[in-house]
């Protein structure tokens, strides 16, 4: 991960930091390191920052953040106790020079869309700095922080959690003045072990908000299930919140919301995005945009890469959801694929949920019993863990597992007609974009 520094005089000063050359920006990986970057040494699982410190230098960086364990004479070398600690110390210092609204966005699925929609919505109308990419966690959010201009007007930053605790951490840093959880679920139980474990996490962003503003998802009972310390607008499918929705289909199949009176067309299929329209209405509303301006924004909005992407490929659509996977959000993409109009066959192409822990087989499983359920017309399973959802799915007229994605491609080039509709979903660590690469290229 790397950031640029918008103003590295201000840096410099408020960091304390000397080197011979000015920083410049940030980075944690080596490879990545530019001129005049601040490279941070940090110890992993796998791998150790301290062994990459030479690269970094001969990269070009101005200096080095380092464990007072490093043993250097180089006056380039920053040391202290523990340099992530301090990476977020430092973005700390940077946030608090802000008095603007700053808005933390978690939950197991939907945070990233819905901070994305925010962002799109807001950006018309404000200075918005927000979460790129995966700079969601203790490395990514503080290096978020730190490239804020001094000209930002609201911040809006995603937060991840793998396990118990990181929500809190990130919390500790970015000090929200407003907080979304868009929805508890079973994800990364692998981390955390039970879905308790996941509310109980979450609920940290709720619980720093004591002079903020809480944005709850009525329709979601762990949720509601949650104290708010101070004020709390509520949203959602149910006429007893702030903002009520209701979901009307059109005839061409795409969605139109009614939100608190308001009718807002999605220009979507897609319930779940749907959704996401509600969550963002509800904050970008209450923090001063009007009806009409969210109403243009939303219809200009495009999803980014891997999420529900929608794609035309030799009269076939390819519905492209591969940027993650767990049991909910993998449910929601069935749906979407069942609701596309017109003729032609259903077909999932899906690839290993990781981070499931001892529930793996039971959540497996539970996607090919979803696959029935939406009277799929295929399924292409690949991965050690999917091989249980081809085995629940095994009344359907067609399903094949495959022990690698080479052999799955091949399978699809000899399978597909035109007309049909292929939804493909998977893990991130299982790169299931590249069998719509491969696919695509044939």
């Known amino acids: 991960m790397r950031i640029e520094l918008p103003n590295p005089a201000e840096f410099a000063t408020m960091s304390g930091f000397t080197p011979s050359e000015t920083i410049k920006g940030i980075t944690n990986d080596s490879r990545e390191c530019q001129e005049g970057d601040l490279y941070i040494a940090l110890k992993g699982e796998q791998m150790d920052g301290h062994d990459f410190i030479t690269n970094a230098m001969e990269q070009g960086a101005s200096a080095a953040l380092v464990s007072k364990d490093y043993l250097s004479e180089s006056s380039n070398m920053i040391a202290v106790e523990n340099p992530l600690e301090a990476l977020g110390d430092l973005a700390l210092k940077w946030r608090n020079q802000f008095d603007i609204p700053i808005v933390g966005i978690t939950g197991s699925n939907g945070k990233t869309t819905t901070k994305d929609l925010v962002y799109h919505v807001l950006s018309g109308f404000h200075a918005v700095h927000a979460t790129k990419g995966n700079f969601n966690t203790s490395i990514g959010l503080p290096l978020t922080l730190l490239s804020m201009p001094k000209e930002t007007t609201i911040a809006i930053l995603e937060m991840g959690a793998n396990q118990p605790g990181d929500i809190q951490t990130l919390c500790d840093i970015a000090q929200p003045s407003h907080g979304m959880i868009t929805n508890i679920a079973p994800a990364h139980l692998e981390g955390f072990g039970t879905i308790e474990s996941v509310a109980n996490t979450k609920a940290a962003l709720f619980n720093v908000l004591k002079d903020g503003i809480a944005f709850v998802n009525a329709a979601d009972s762990r949720i509601l299930a949650l104290s708010v310390p101070n004020e709390k607008v509520t949203f959602g499918i149910s006429p007893d919140c702030d903002f009520p929705a209701d979901i009307h289909h059109e005839a061409d199949g795409t969605i139109t919301l009614t939100v608190d009176s308001e009718e807002i067309p999605t220009g979507s299929q897609n319930l779940t995005f749907a959704k996401n329209v509600i969550a963002s209405a509800a904050l970008t509303v209450t923090l001063g945009l009007d009806w009409n301006q969210f109403r243009e924004a939303i219809l200009t909005f495009q999803p980014p890469k891997g999420r529900c992407q929608v794609k035309l490929f030799n009269e076939i659509t390819i519905i492209d959801d591969t940027y993650n996977a767990n049991l909910e959000s993998t449910k929601a993409a069935i749906d979407y694929l069942s609701a596309f109009s017109g003729g032609g066959r259903r077909m999932l192409v899906f690839g290993d949920m990781f981070e499931l822990g001892s529930?793996?087989?039971?959540?497996?499983?539970?996607?090919?019993?979803?696959?029935?359920?939406?009277?799929?017309?295929?399924?292409?399973?690949?991965?050690?863990?999917?091989?249980?959802?081809?085995?629940?799915?095994?009344?359907?007229?067609?399903?094949?597992?495959?022990?690698?994605?080479?052999?799955?491609?091949?399978?699809?080039?000899?399978?597909?007609?035109?007309?049909?509709?292929?939804?493909?979903?998977?893990?991130r660590g299982m790169a299931m974009e590249t069998v719509i690469d491969d696919l695509v290229a044939a």
Request: glycine content about 6%; proline content about 3%; some cysteine.
């Open 359 to 427: 529930s793996s087989e039971e959540q497996h499983r539970k996607v090919g019993e979803k696959c029935i359920d939406a009277n799929l017309d295929a399924l292409f399973t690949v991965g050690p863990e999917s091989e249980q959802t081809d085995s629940a799915a095994s009344v359907l007229p067609i399903h094949h597992h495959f022990d690698s994605k080479d052999e799955l491609v091949q399978e699809l080039k000899d399978t597909l007609m035109s007309g049909d509709h292929l939804l493909v979903k998977g893990s």
